[in-house]
């Protein structure tokens, strides 16, 4: 009987340091294994990120989203798996193993948390400044283009001497007019800003009216007139709110590096230490 008890005692010490030999951490006491990375590294695959550091990125995520969720939890902000499954609905991740799912929710919950408490405590106290908006929309001009109907002046093949000489026009036919002096031959260009190539919104997004912008592949720009469209609209506290937004998401990630250091994270496994 003793060696049978025995037997059995040895089979679930076994047992149980194998449970234990795939908690690769924990966070606030909370265990993290391998199963768990797994998951979160085939979520991020079905997210299209594929990088070969994935494992290591994968830990550290699911170590913000313990962290995000614990400090949510002292303003009561709890969101279920069942506002998580709302989300994923939307998301077109195709099929899930249930463990991949169990961990999307987590990630969903963290993301609608930190939300949360992003909109409750750090967006009310965020100013914005002029200059702020300012390259807010020079972003937007960049990257997409806005709906402002816009002329442009552009003279081609010309030598930089020349270029220096142009003068501020005080309107697109005075420019064109300036332009035709020094022998150049000016293409007017009216289009909407969206509809501009990248390469012509890159040398215009921050150039003011009526300055002739710097030569660049022998040609250069200047914008003599704008025009807001209908579709305009009320884009100008749109920029504000994005200028907002964006300031208020750089002010949670340094306060969630602050929770993270506060936070006890305990690394049994040196593949995840940094």
Known sequence: MNKIYSAIIGIFCICSYANASSVIAT???TPITDTDVNARI????KQGNT??????????????????????????VKPTDKDADKELAHMNLGSLSETTKNMARLAVRSDIAWGVITARTIIPTIKISENEIKEERIDLIRERGLPIETTIIRLTDIPNDIAKKLKAPKNCDNAEQIAEEFGGFPQKITAMQYELSPEIRERIADLPLMTWSQVENGSVVLVCKEKKTKEYANLD?????????????MTADQQLKQLRRKAVIIINDDRYKL
């Open 27 to 29: 966070i606030n006491g």
């Open 42 to 45: 085939e979520l991020m695959a």
């Open 51 to 76: 990088s070969l550091t994935n494992r290591k990125q994968a830990f550290q995520n699911i170590v913000n989203d313990y962290v995000k969720l614990n400090y949510a939890a002292n303003f009561n």
């Open 237 to 249: 506290e749109i920029i504000k709110q994005n200028a907002t937004y964006k300031k208020a998401a």
